[in-house]
């Protein structure tokens, strides 16, 4: 008996993973433009689940998760230099903003990101971004907690390796990856 259940769940198991491009449900609350990116919090939409965005559109797009363990789910993105990039992070933990709050911070080449973070941490009423950031950050999405998503909308920079990181106070060492652009 246990081997027939183990052998529906494998299959079952297999046929979600055959069943690529379904849609998922989001949710967004607002949306907020800040310079050349802008931001959106959910509330309940459509959404395709392709990392590659549309065939016919030139915006990319990409996901992200964060945890309630202090990790990314991915270590590396990948995009075009000057593609329209839309980068959803989804907190897939429990625990709320104040413990252990999230975002994607995409950084310029060459910032120290443990300095970059020793800097966020005193930056709490600014989602953990320094107000004198200036041009050390590319983009940032807001500050989210357990089941919460955001989303940002940027134009890839030139060819090269970037770093990403959440600036939570402490998380910038474990939470991390690079953005290559190629």
């Known amino acids: 008996m246990k081997i027939i259940k183990l052998t529906m769940s494998m299959l079952l198991a297999l046929s979600l993973v055959a069943c690529g491009g379904e849609e998922k449900e989001e949710k967004k609350e607002s949306s907020v433009s800040i310079g050349g990116q802008t931001e959106q919090r959910e509330t309940t939409s459509t959404e395709s689940s392709s990392e590659n965005g549309d065939e ?16 990314f789910n991915k270590k590396e993105l990948k995009a075009k230099a000057g593609s329209e990039i839309e980068l959803t992070l989804k907190h897939v933990g429990e625990m709320s903003k104040q413990a252990m ?3 994607f911070v ?16 005193g930056a709490a009423d600014n989602d953990y971004i320094p107000e004198d950031a200036g041009d050390d950050v590319i983009a ?3 500050m989210i907690g357990g089941g919460e998503t955001t989303t940002v909308t940027f134009t890839a920079p030139e ?5 990403f990181i959440c600036s939570f106070p ?9 953005f290559i652009v190629e």
């Open 170 to 178: 402490g998380h910038v060492a474990l939470m991390k990856g690079k």
């Open 106 to 121: 995409l950084l310029s080449q060459g910032i120290d990101i443990m300095a970059f973070g020793e800097r966020a941490a």
């Open 140 to 142: 940032h999405t807001e």
């Open 159 to 163: 060819k090269g390796e970037y770093d």
């Open 101 to 103: 709050g999230h975002n």
């Open 56 to 71: 016919d559109s030139d915006l990319l797009k990409l996901t992200i998760e964060g945890s309630d363990q202090m990790k």
